[in-house]
């Protein structure tokens, strides 16, 4: 008796993984939003578009990487122009994206998989973290969405429709070890690739972080959090550090200096204005030049001063301040220029 009982059970889950499995892919097949990674192609077209859409996704809302994709596919259209690219020029692509290291990764992925994988992304799953840039979570979902694999990838947007649907709230609960072992409840099918992208999707267009739209999600009768009404999801404790900095721009006539960042772990080897880390309080925090700006857990407090000098010195590069678009210059930097530039 003990042992039909289980079996019941185990039935009864089976079913309803089921069920919730294919509410998901109906929905996904008539909701899905048209992303240019998505459009059908071949399997190399789609290895490639997959890993660069996953790089750039990385700390990135859709929106912001739609367009950014397109043009780098447009003028790096394959694995092999884009192991052979030159540097500068793939930076440029990238500008305005942030976390550069993530362009110079997937370069040298493009390289390992050229030179040693006969241009082919690898289908083993311990054979892709070992490609730079490429951890647990991007081998999941190129595993799944490449190579239709029966594992699910935890992003934001899945783990808070994981945390949604058992009503997960305890510190202890929502870890991410927990969450490996709670995810079974999503069932497993043989559509493996779109029901991974499926879960996204109903993270980013439904069950949103602040205010979900239950009346449009098609699994609220699968859902805890709908039952009792209780949508809140607890913040990830993220510890924001406070920072302070010095940058000096150097003007001579209409030229300013930038120079190779290579003192400051963010944004390293890029071109930023010569700046140094000051402690507070600091009496130069009282300049009227200041600015702030945010970077990962950063609060950086930026004081700006103004140098003109008539000698220019060796080191870093001297460029128009009319033409800094010219040049592969990161966001921060523009930013610290763009609030000062009508005091030059």
Sequence with gaps: NDLVSLLNIISRLHMNNLILT???????????????????CSQKKREYFTLVSEFMLQQTQVTTVIPYFNNFIADIPNLNSL????????LKHWEGLGYYLRAKNLKKTAKIIVDNYQGKLPSDFE????????????????????????????D???????????????????????????????????????????????????CKPKIPHCNKC???????????????????????????????????QNQILLIKNDKFKFLKNLLIFPMREITYPDSLLKSKNKLNLKMSNMNMNICIDFVKIKKKPKNGLWIESSKLENYMIPTFTKKIFA??????
């Design 156 to 206: 934001g947007n899945i783990e808070r429709v994981l945390k949604r649907i058992l009503n997960l709230k305890s510190e202890v609960k929502t870890k991410k070890e927990n969450l490996h072992k709670q995810k079974k409840v999503f069932g497993q099918t043989n559509r493996s690739n779109d029901y991974v992208q499926a879960l996204m999707e109903i993270g980013a267009l439904i």
């Design 22 to 40: 294919k509410k998901i892919l109906n929905w996904y097949d008539n909701n899905k939003r048209i992303l240019p990674w998505r459009k059908k």
């Design 339 to 344: 609030s000062v530039k009508n005091n030059l």
């Design 83 to 90: 192991a052979r690219i030159n540097e500068k020029k793939l």
């Design 218 to 252: 098609p699994i609220t009768k699968n859902c805890l959090s709908y039952k009792k009404k209780d949508f809140k999801i607890k913040p990830k404790n993220k510890k924001i550090i406070n920072k302070f900095y010095l940058a000096t721009l150097y003007k001579n």
């Design 127 to 154: 054979e892709l973290k070992k490609l730079p840039g490429i951890g647990d979570y991007t081998a999941n979902a190129i595993s799944a969405i490449v190579f239709n694999k029966p594992t699910i990838p935890l």
